[in-house]
């Protein structure tokens, strides 16, 4: 972990005297305003800003891989007890399991008690199926075989290529044991690498100075392209979502965040910058660099923090688990499908091995609901085609959701193992730190 400087007992004069618009996530809202402004006002224009939002994601898609690897090779290697390295994965792995199934579980329940497709009567025959085709190929390409030859790249160096980060993290967790293998002999490399961490991670504070154009884009593009009127249509499906990913957040991971000493509500305040930003991106791979830090400044170390946000993106996605079952009973409901309790149960499993490995980026939740009616075919595949025209807003929910999630759960895994700094991490939510340019080089972060 970074070593900061000495933290004031008090709040830091010059972030008490800093411009109030020099605040990113203060920047960010107001792109986010502007983007909805002008993709309702002006669609054409709005769609037309959908290049700014895709080049913003690219570029931070370009410097994921590096973060990733970096911070978990310096991590593990810097462990040197490698019996760690596994415990700190196996309780990862636990959380992961019992709350993504949970949040499966919640969505099943809130759809069975809300019922917000009944009435519909939709008649499977009539949907456009076209419309889900590209969406329905790539589910079909996800075979639990396939994603588990899916984690081995064709070479090393493809791992940090492809922008695969299940790959990128195979390859980053092989070579920091190694390097870790090989005890004081690794030390150069090891030195050699926290070097390179600072400088990549001052490319990724470079690339935050866009953010709030990359925000305005992508919004733009959303609200042009598909309108805000289009909720209305699917008012209760979005509703219901919404309100349980809500609840979800406040209600479950608030327990936890609560059991393990600290508030949820003052984690999100504290994340607030990146949470904007995955709203107006509408992914969460967009702040997955600045979580990594934000986690790092606020207490957690770098090994438990470079293995759990990086697997949590793939394994612990709470907001796409709480979407697929709550979608798939939507569409059930829709079109008067009346599914007995051991089909749902079947459906919850489907989801579950589905579910893993599915990317925060947009429309991976899309994609993996596919994979999963594919594989339960009671439920019409075409039926997707009711949800496609919001999906897009639900996408938002599902990102922030899993954000939350994830920030939770290294939280939660830090503390497990003892190695939380709590005094450091109250600081830190309590908005006491020093400000990024006032510590030492490598800290970066959205604020």
């Not at 970096?70 to 792995?93: C, E, H, P, Q």
């Not at 070097?195 to 953010?211: C, N, Q």
């Not at 085609?385 to 939770?408: H, K, P, Q, Y």
Request: charged share 15%; net charge neutral; hydrophobic share 55%.
């Amino acid at each position: 972990m970074a070593h900061f400087p000495d933290i004031p007992a008090t709040p830091d004069d010059s972030l008490r005297q800093r411009p109030w618009y020099a605040h990113l996530y203060l920047q960010v809202l107001v792109a986010i305003v502007a983007g909805v402004l002008l993709g309702h006002f002006a669609p054409q224009t709005g769609e037309a800003m959908k290049p700014i939002g895709d080049g913003f994601i690219k570029l931070v898609k370009m410097i994921i891989a590096p973060v990733i690897f970096l911070t978990i090779v310096t991590g593990i290697a810097g462990m040197r007890d490698l019996s760690s390295v596994g415990r700190v994965a196996g309780k990862a792995f636990a959380y992961f399991l019992f709350f993504s199934t949970l949040a499966l579980v919640v969505g099943l329940i809130v759809a069975n008690v809300v019922r917000p497709g009944a009435g519909l009567n939709i008649d499977p025959a009539t949907l456009d199926a076209g419309k889900i085709a590209d969406y329905a190929a790539k589910a079909h390409e996800t075979t639990l075989t396939g994603f588990l030859l899916g984690v081995i790249p064709d070479t090393f160096l493809s791992a940090l290529t492809e922008g695969n980060i299940l790959q990128t993290l195979f390859v980053a967790i092989l070579f920091g044991i190694g390097l870790a293998m090989i005890g004081d002999r690794g030390t150069r490399v090891l030195s050699a690498l926290e070097d390179v961490s600072i400088a990549v991670f001052k490319v990724v504070a470079i690339l935050m100075k866009a953010a709030p154009v990359g925000a305005f884009g992508a919004m733009a593009f959303t609200i042009g392209k598909y309108g805000v009127g289009t909720l209305a249509n699917l008012a209760m499906l979005v509703g219901t979502f919404y309100l349980t990913a809500f609840l979800f957040v406040t209600i479950v991971l608030g327990a936890v965040s609560w059991w393990a000493g600290f508030s949820i509500f003052k984690l999100i305040a504290y994340l607030k910058g990146e949470l904007l930003l995955v709203l107006g991106t509408s992914s969460s791979e967009s702040a997955l660099p600045s979580l990594i830090e934000k986690m790092e400044r606020a207490g957690c170390p770098k090994s438990i923090v470079g293995l759990v946000v990086p697997t949590g993106y793939s394994f612990n996605l709470d907001g796409t688990n709480i979407y697929m079952t709550l979608a798939a009973l939507f569409i059930a409901q829709a079109c008067n499908v009346d599914l007995s309790l051991g089909q749902q149960l079947l459906l919850l499993g489907v989801a579950m091995l589905s579910s893993k490995g599915a990317a925060g980026v947009t429309g991976a939740g899309f994609i993996t609901l596919a994979a999963t009616l594919s594989i339960v075919p009671t439920v019409p595949v075409a039926g997707m085609a009711l949800i496609l025209g919001v999906d897009r807003f639900m996408s938002e929910c599902r990102s922030l959701t899993n954000f939350i999630g994830n920030a939770v759960a290294t939280v939660v895994v830090s503390r497990w193992e003892g190695k939380l700094d709590k005094e450091q991490f109250d600081l830190a939510l309590a908005g006491r730190l020093p400000r990024v340019e006032d510590m030492a080089p490598g800290v970066v972060a959205a604020e």
